[in-house]
C-alpha cells in the first residue's frame, strides 16, 4: 500500500509538473505578447517625441537666429540655454554640410562629426526623420529635422537639428522596470547591448539560438533552452532596410517554481497524510488478515509437498475462517483418497513386474527365432566362399607338391576368407548394429557399390534399376558400413515385394540442409494399418520363412543415429517408396 502510495504522490506530482507547466507557459507566452505591444506603443511614443522635439528646436527663432551666424559659441550658448536640464538627451545642431555647429548632453561622448550616411533611417514623423545613429561607438535613437530660413521664393537650409537618446545598459535597464522581464539590442546578427539582468555571453547565446530557430520557424516568439533554464524569448524589430531590434526575454523556471512549489508541498503534505493512515490500515489488516492467510498458505504448501496430516490452525470466524475449515476438510479427503491410490498403484506395479517379465520372455523367444534365422542365412551365404577356399587350397596344395608356386592360389584363398568375414560381420549388424566411426562419405558411390553388389539378385528377380543421383550432393559426415547395411536392407526388402520382378529407383537430392535418399518399388506395397509398426523389432509383413522383422528397426535405429530419419509412404498394389533424410 505503501509502494502505491508512493508511485501516486510520483504520478500526482509528474501531472501536475506537466499541467502547471504548460498552463504557466501559456499565460507567461501571453504575458510576453503583451508586453512586446506595450513595448511598441513605448518605442512608437518615443520615437513620435523625439520627431516632435526636433521640428520644434528647428522652428525656435532663437536658435534659427543664432544658428544664421554659423558662429559654434553663439549657438552652443543658446542650445544650452533652451535645453537646459535635459541630460539625458544628446542634441546636435549641423551646418548644410554636416558639419558639427554645436552639440550638448552626454559629456561622455566625443563628437566631432555627424555623417549623415552613420545614420540609419527608419521613417519620418511630423516632418522629421527617425532612426539610429552610430555616435562615438554608440547607438542612438535619433531624430533629425531640417533647420529652414525664411527666403525669396522659397526657405533656405540653414542646417540640421539633431535630438536623441543612447541605446546603452542604462536605456535597457529603463525597459526592464517598466516593461518586464530582460532587454537586450541588436544590429545584423551582432548583441550590442544587453541590460544588467543578462551576461553578455548569455545574452549573445540567447540571440544566436533564437535567430537559428526563427529561420526554421518563422515566429517572433519562442521558448529555448539555456543554460538557465527555460527562457520566453520575443523579438521587436524597428522599421526600416537595417536590421536593429530588441529581443526581449523572460525567465520562465523562475516564474514556474514561484506557482508550482506551492502546489507540490501541498501535494507532498497530503501525500505524507495518506500514508500514515494507509500505514495504519495496513497494520490492522496484517493483524485480522494477512496473518490467518499466512497459515493458510503455509498449511497449502504442506499438503502440496505431500503432508496430508497437516492441519489447518486458523480459528479466525470471519471468511478467512470458513475458508480455512473447507481446506481442512478437503485436505482430509485427498488424504483418505491418496491412501486409496497408494494402495491401487502398489496393485499396478505388481502386475506391470509380471508384464515386463512376460514380454522379456516373449522377447528372446523372438531373439532365438531371429538367430536361428541368421544362422541359416549366415550358413547359406557362407557356402560358396567355404567351397572357393577348399578348391583354391587343393590347387595350391597341388601346385606345391608339383614344386610350382602356389601364391595366386593363396591369394584367392585369402580374397575369399575376408569376404566371409565381411559376410559374418553383415549378417551380425543386422542383429545388433555396431557403431562405427564417421568420416566423409560419398553418398552417390556407396549407393553405386550396393547396387552393384546386388546386381546379381536384381538380374535373377527380373528388377529393372533406375537410378537419379544429383552430382552436386555434398560429402556427409557419417559411418560408411553402416550406410551400406541401410541401403542394403531397403533394396532387399524391395525385391521381396517384388516377387514377378519390376521396377526400383534410387535417387538423391542436395537439400538446403539435407541430403535424400529415396527408393520407389513397383511392388505389392504395405496395408496403410501397418507402416506405424514396421519399424519395431521383430515386426515384418513377410512369412516367418523370409524374415524375422529386424531390418528396417536396424536401419532406423542406424539413421536415427546419424541424425536424420526414415520417411515411408506406401499404397497396396502401387508400392512403396522409403525416403532416408541425413544432415549434411
Same mark, same amino acid.
Given at each position: ?10 504520478? $500526482? ?7 502547471? *507547466? ?28 523625439? !520627431? ?13 537666429? !543664432?544658428?544664421?551666424?554659423? *558662429? ?16 539625458? @538627451? ?8 554636416? =558639419? ?7 559629456? =561622455? ?168 493512515? $494507509?500505514?495504519?490500515? @495496513? ?18 504448501? $504442506? &499438503?502440496? $509437498? ?5 492441519? &489447518? ?140 553388389? @546386388?546386381?546379381?539378385? %536384381? ?59 529415396? %527408393? ?17 523389432? %521383430? ?46
Amino acid at each position: 500500500v505503501a509502494a502505491m502510495i508512493i508511485v501516486m504522490i510520483a504520478i $500526482a506530482l509528474f501531472v501536475d509538473n506537466k499541467v502547471v *507547466h504548460t498552463q504557466v507557459q501559456q499565460e507567461v507566452t501571453t504575458d510576453l505578447q503583451q508586453k512586446l505591444r506595450a513595448f511598441d506603443s513605448l518605442q512608437r511614443g518615443q520615437q513620435e517625441l523625439l !520627431a516632435q522635439r526636433a521640428v520644434v528646436l528647428a522652428e525656435t527663432p532663437h536658435l534659427r537666429a !543664432a544658428i544664421e551666424t554659423f *558662429h559654434p559659441e553663439t549657438i552652443r550658448r543658446e542650445l544650452a540655454r533652451i535645453v537646459s536640464g535635459k541630460t539625458d @538627451s544628446l542634441v546636435i545642431i549641423l551646418d548644410p554640410q554636416e =558639419n558639427v555647429l554645436a552639440a550638448v548632453g552626454l559629456q =561622455n561622448l566625443t563628437i566631432d562629426s555627424f555623417p549623415l550616411h552613420n545614420f540609419h533611417i527608419q521613417q519620418s514623423i511630423a516632418g522629421a526623420q527617425i532612426g539610429v545613429a552610430s555616435i562615438d561607438g554608440v547607438y542612438v535613437q535619433t531624430a533629425l529635422a531640417p533647420v529652414l530660413m525664411p527666403g525669396v521664393g522659397s526657405a533656405v537650409h540653414a542646417g540640421y537639428v539633431v535630438i536623441g537618446f543612447p541605446i546603452d545598459q542604462a536605456y535597457l535597464n529603463y525597459l526592464d522596470e517598466i516593461i518586464g522581464g530582460h532587454f537586450l539590442f541588436y544590429h545584423n546578427n551582432t548583441v550590442e547591448e544587453a541590460s544588467a539582468g543578462m551576461a553578455p555571453a548569455f545574452a549573445r547565446a540567447t540571440f544566436e539560438q533564437f535567430r537559428a530557430r526563427a529561420v526554421t520557424n518563422g515566429q517572433n516568439i519562442d521558448i529555448l533552452e539555456t543554460d538557465a533554464g527555460e527562457m520566453l524569448v520575443g523579438e521587436w524589430r524597428l522599421p526600416g532596410e537595417h536590421e536593429f531590434g530588441y529581443i526581449l526575454a523572460i525567465p520562465f523556471e523562475s516564474i514556474f517554481k514561484e506557482i508550482v512549489q506551492p502546489v507540490e508541498q501541498t501535494i507532498v503534505l497530503v501525500a505524507v497524510l495518506t500514508l500514515v493512515v $494507509a500505514i495504519l490500515i @495496513s497494520y490492522f489488516i496484517s493483524r485480522q488478515v494477512v496473518t490467518p492467510v499466512q497459515k493458510l498458505v503455509l498449511a497449502t504448501d $504442506a &499438503v502440496v $509437498a505431500g503432508d496430508y496430516a497437516h492441519p &489447518v490452525a486458523v480459528d479466525a470466524q470471519d471468511e478467512i475462517g470458513y475458508l480455512a475449515s473447507k481446506f481442512d476438510a478437503m485436505r482430509r479427503s485427498l488424504q483418505k483418497q491418496m491412501t486409496t491410490l497408494a494402495s491401487k498403484n502398489r496393485e499396478l506395479e505388481q502386475a506391470l513386474q509380471m508384464l515386463e517379465k512376460t514380454q522379456h520372455e516373449l522377447v528372446q523367444t523372438e531373439k532365438l527365432a531371429a538367430t536361428g534365422k541368421i544362422t541359416a542365412q549366415l550358413s547359406h551365404e557362407l557356402n560358396n566362399p567355404i567351397h572357393n577356399v577348399q578348391s583354391c587350397l587343393e590347387r595350391a596344395r597341388r601346385k606345391a607338391s608339383d614344386g610350382q608356386s602356389a601364391a595366386e592360389y593363396l591369394d584367392l584363398a585369402h580374397t575369399e576368407i575376408v569376404r566371409m568375414g565381411k559376410l559374418v560381420r553383415q549378417m551380425l549388424d543386422f542383429y545388433r548394429p555396431s557403431s562405427f566411426e564417421h568420416e566423409p562419405v560419398d553418398i552417390n558411390e556407396i549407393l553405386t557399390q550396393v547396387l552393384h553388389i @546386388s546386381q546379381q539378385r %536384381f538380374d535373377e528377380c527380373n528388377i529393372e534399376i533406375e537410378t537419379q543421383f544429383e552430382k552436386k550432393v555434398p560429402k556427409i559426415q557419417a559411418a560408411p558400413d553402416q550406410l551400406k547395411q541401410v541401403f542394403l536392407n531397403l533394396i532387399t526388402n524391395a525385391i521381396d515385394a517384388m516377387p514377378d520382378g519390376g521396377r526400383l529407383a534410387v535417387r538423391t537430392r542436395a537439400a538446403e540442409q539435407t541430403v535424400e535418399i529415396t %527408393f520407389s518399388d513397383t511392388g505389392i506395397g504395405i496395408p496403410k494399418e501397418q507402416i506405424a509398426n514396421i519399424f519395431d523389432a %521383430f515386426y515384418t509383413t513377410k512369412s516367418r520363412a523370409s524374415g524375422v522383422g529386424l531390418g528396417l528397426s536396424v536401419s532406423y535405429g542406424i539413421v536415427k543415429s546419424h541424425g536424420g530419419k526414415i520417411l515411408v509412404d506406401s499404397e497396396v498394389g502401387n508400392g512403396t517408396q522409403f525416403t532416408i533424410i541425413l544432415p549434411k
